[in-house]
């Protein structure tokens, strides 16, 4: 699709908004993406603006991913564990989000924004186990809540920070600090993998 230069201009805002709430708090941006495509761009077809946010979340989450980075706020190994696993579940679910009616998929996805809104409505503890390192203990279970994690980012073409953040928290105890920072790899690797998925059936602007 051609965007107006009032179109660009609303895509402008909108990825700024998403990249300072992902950047913020590490997730929540990207659940915004798919709406402001569909409903303040212009973005007509529903499975194109999944695909296109997954490229913007992606991006965002990569470069927020740097500053907290350099301020070591990473648990690497658990987060390079917990995306690995969620990198396999986003290919599963962004192949069957492709083969849902676009409208279907949207209604869905309102619903998800329902349950998400009520979650982000309870206390977060700031505490945690600032030692906490990947072992036995946490490895199985930073595996199977990534594998989920992941398979409905990719179904929804979201990151799933807002997912990723407390998974990350009930898996290893991490504080949440550090579970906002570890959760930036695992939104770059869960975006980049359904913009790919959904760019080989041409589903990207």
């Known amino acids: 699709m051609t ?5 660009s201009a609303l895509g402008l805002a909108s990825g700024s908004l998403v990249g300072f709430t992902l950047g913020l708090v590490g997730g929540g941006g990207s659940i915004l993406a798919v709406p402001l495509l569909v409903y303040l761009v212009g973005v007509t077809n529903p499975h194109v603006a999944i695909g296109t946010s997954a490229v913007a979340v992606a991006a965002n989450a990569a470069i927020n991913l740097g500053t907290h980075a350099r301020a070591r706020n990473l648990k690497w190994r658990c987060a390079l564990v917990f995306t690995v696993a969620g990198i396999i579940g986003a290919l599963g679910g962004s192949s069957l989000g492709k083969m849902v009616d676009g409208q279907k998929l949207l209604a869905l996805f309102a ?16 505490e945690g186990d600032e030692s906490v390192r990947l072992g036995r203990e946490n490895f199985f279970k930073l595996v199977g809540i990534g594998l989920a994690t992941g398979a409905l980012s990719g179904f929804f073409g979201i990151g799933g920070g807002f997912l990723i953040v407390p998974g990350l928290i009930l898996a290893t105890g991490m504080p949440i600090l550090y579970a906002v920072g570890s959760s930036l790899l695992a939104v770059t690797g869960f975006g980049l993998t359904t913009a790919a998925n959904y760019a080989v059936s041409g589903l990207v602007d």
Request: hydrophobic share 60%; no cysteine.
């Open 111 to 126: 619903v998800l924004m329902m349950v998400v809104g009520v979650l982000m409505l309870r206390r977060r503890s700031g």
């Open 3 to 7: 965007l107006s230069l009032f179109q």
